[in-house]
C-alpha cells in the first residue's frame, strides 16, 4: 500500500508537467518559462533522486527519474527555442 502511494504521487508529478512539454513541442514559443525555475527545479529533482537512492525507496526513484527525465527534456527545449528565437531577432535586425 505504501508502494502504492508513492507511485501514485509520482504519477501526478509526472502528470503535471507533462502538459508544459507537449505545449512548448506543438508551439515552440517558452514565452513566460523560467529557466531559473527549470535549473532549481532540476536541482531538487536530482536531490530528490539521491535521497531515494540512499533510503532505497524504489517508487520514488522510478517516479522521480521519469520526471527528471521530463524537466532535462523542457530545459532543453527551452534553451534550445530561445537561442532560435534570438538568433532570429538577430538576423531581422542586421
Same mark, same amino acid.
Given at each position: $500500500? #505504501?508502494?502504492? #502511494? *508513492?507511485?501514485? =504521487? @509520482?504519477?501526478? %508529478?509526472m502528470w503535471s508537467?507533462? +502538459? &508544459? /512539454?507537449?505545449?512548448?513541442?506543438?508551439? &515552440?514559443k517558452t514565452d513566460g518559462l523560467s529557466v531559473g525555475m527549470l535549473i532549481i527545479?532540476? /536541482?531538487s529533482a536530482a536531490l530528490?533522486?539521491?535521497y531515494a537512492? $540512499?533510503? *532505497?525507496?524504489? +517508487?520514488m526513484l522510478i517516479m522521480? @527519474? /521519469?520526471? %527528471? %527525465?521530463?524537466?532535462?527534456i523542457q530545459l532543453v527545449m527551452t534553451l534550445l /527555442?530561445?537561442?532560435?528565437? =534570438?538568433?532570429i531577432e538577430i538576423a531581422v535586425e542586421s
Open positions: $500500500m #505504501v508502494d502504492l #502511494v *508513492g507511485y501514485t =504521487a @509520482g504519477f501526478f %508529478l508537467f507533462l +502538459p &508544459q /512539454i507537449i505545449k512548448t513541442a506543438k508551439t &515552440q527545479s532540476l /536541482i530528490s533522486e539521491l537512492f $540512499m533510503l *532505497g525507496l524504489t +517508487p522521480n @527519474g /521519469i520526471f %527528471l %527525465l521530463l524537466l532535462l /527555442i530561445d537561442r532560435s528565437s =534570438a538568433n
